[in-house]
């Protein structure tokens, strides 16, 4: 498991990774991300805005990166950044597939991206992955896998997928939708061979949406690394969006709305590592306090409060508009 080498890493901020899903294409659905990236989005501009992420998050002890084939140039911009930089050997690279970019760098495009989880699209993404992030790749994951996606019966879809862990990509899958909880435990069962295919799954885990956190636990005690995304809910724990209790926690700590919340799921003892989603590097300096915020009893049961039915979370996430 590449994840190993994250237990080795001694820095506070080691099990918080950074995820390129909101730099490496003009359109996402982060709240305030128009201002943070204002009117300038060309390639080259997001290139550079990505590169000093990463130099910025290498150097403050993240250890953990995350792409996908859909997040535009997600994976250009790191095999970019890892080839400038051959001396860096002390990292995990994770990306995905299953999702195709479709916005033509657009942000007002009608469809940003298309989800299939079919053998085809694997075999084209997996070879566009490899040409471009080669021996790099330590994790390939499903993405967005639902209780109804054909990746989790697909038994030749499998076998491939066992191929590729056996010259020594570790296979995942990611869960989105308010059945998360269904998704990961049928992703439990699934075997090759009589042996799990899956060895790490990266679902969505915030103060707002806390319903996939059973399954986690079951997925972290099967020896699954479990990834969590989104501990931000695409910006509405973050100022000035926060709710009251979050604002008033962070005051009480001293720091900002994004540490707390990212705080509450760094402390879930499952959450193997908690996403950054940054877009500038003064919020990832920011959420990279995470790893030091104290919360106590009071204020947990205060966050706990802000927990929305799952069903109700989806529909607001859904309804985000792509900035």
Request: include cysteine; proline fraction near 5%; charged fraction near 20%.
């Amino acid at each position: 498991m590449p994840f190993a080498r994250l237990a080795a890493a001694t820095t506070p901020t080691c099990h918080i990774g950074f995820g390129l899903a909101a730099v490496a294409r003009p359109g996402y659905i982060t709240l305030g991300r128009d201002t943070d990236l204002g009117e300038t989005r060309s390639v080259d501009a997001l290139r550079t805005r990505t590169h000093e992420l990463l130099d910025a998050a290498y150097a403050q002890g993240v250890r953990y990166f995350d792409a996908a084939r859909s997040y535009g140039l997600s994976e250009e911009f790191l095999a970019d950044w890892l080839k400038a930089r051959p001396h860096i050997d002390d990292i995990v690279i994770g990306s995905k597939w299953g999702y195709t970019y479709t916005a033509d760098w657009s942000t007002d495009a009608e469809k940003h991206e298309v989800k299939d989880h079919t053998l085809p699209t694997y075999e084209r993404q997996r070879a566009e992955t490899a040409e471009l992030l080669g021996d790099r790749l330590d994790l390939y994951q499903i993405h967005s896998v639902t209780p109804d996606s054909p990746a989790l019966a697909d038994k030749e879809l499998h076998a491939r997928l066992a191929e590729a862990a056996a010259q020594g990509v570790t296979i995942g899958f990611s869960t989105s939708g308010p059945a998360q909880a269904d998704a990961i435990r049928t992703a439990l069962t699934v075997t090759v061979d009589g042996e799990p295919l899956f060895r790490t799954v990266q679902s969505t885990y915030n103060a707002l949406e806390t319903s996939a956190a059973p399954a986690l636990a079951e997925a972290h005690d099967a020896g699954l690394t479990v990834i969590v995304k989104e501990g931000m809910a695409n910006g509405r724990l973050a100022a000035p969006h926060a709710p009251e209790a979050l604002r008033t926690v962070a005051e009480q700590t001293g720091l900002g709305c994004d540490a707390v919340a990212l705080a509450v799921v760094l402390r879930q003892p499952w959450a193997g590592v908690v996403l950054s989603g940054a877009a500038t590097v003064t919020q990832l300096a920011s959420n990279l306090h995470a790893a030091v915020v104290d919360l106590d009893d009071d204020q947990l049961t205060h966050l706990a409060d802000l927990a929305e039915d799952p069903r109700t979370y989806w529909e607001k996430r859904g309804s985000l508009p792509w900035h």
